[in-house]
């Protein structure tokens, strides 16, 4: 059904069908389709009634208040049950959907510890098979990858709670 946590690849996929995908209506970026599962388990009731039974896709854009989209067809933040994390660029959102980590949970590990485990913990839950990204994360498939680009953040010193003149990596 999907790609998602199947194997050591998870999340970072390319598959061929991302090249020429439909855009965005408002910022025109190319959207990943999601699945029904996804649509259905997160999207309020009004906004269920307005599905078709076209393809969906998710507009991944942060600022871009678009989160679903289908030709011209629009389903925004207000639509959807849960906080977007991949529109927010607050501390407090969510990177991984399954098991509750935020920004904010990973910055406080590392300026605790110096350290992150997150990855590893997922990649644990993953193996045992704990993960339900297609009915919990927005994007409706696994977290990885935006886990990775978060703790990447997280180590620059981009959301640092004590000084924020950290050189930002390069
Ligand atoms: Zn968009």
């Not at 999907?2 to 090249?19: I, L, N, R, V």
């Not at 679903?68 to 501390?91: A, M």
């Not at 904010?104 to 510890?113: L, P, V, W």
Request: glycine share 10%.
């Amino acid at each position: 059904m999907s790609d998602c946590c199947g194997g050591d690849t998870c999340g970072e996929k390319k598959t061929p069908e991302d090249s020429g995908l439909p855009l965005c209506p408002e910022c025109g970026k190319k959207g990943k389709k999601v699945e029904r599962v996804t649509l259905m388990a997160l999207l309020t009731p009004q906004a269920r009634g307005r599905l078709t039974d076209d393809a969906w896709r998710f507009c991944g854009t942060g600022g871009c208040d678009v989160v679903y989209f289908s030709g011209e067809r629009i389903l925004r933040q207000e639509d959807v049950n849960v906080r977007v994390g991949q529109k927010e660029t607050d501390p407090s959102r969510y990177v991984c959907y399954c098991f509750n980590h935020t920004v904010q949970s990973i910055r406080d590990e590392f300026e605790k510890t110096g350290k992150t485990t997150v990855v590893e913990s997922i990649t644990e839950k993953i193996k045992a098979k704990k993960c339900a990204c297609e009915y919990t994360n927005p994007q409706g498939t696994c977290c990885l990858r935006n886990v990775r680009a978060a703790v990447k953040e997280v180590i620059s010193g981009k959301y640092s709670t004590n000084g924020r003149e950290r050189k930002k990596a390069s």
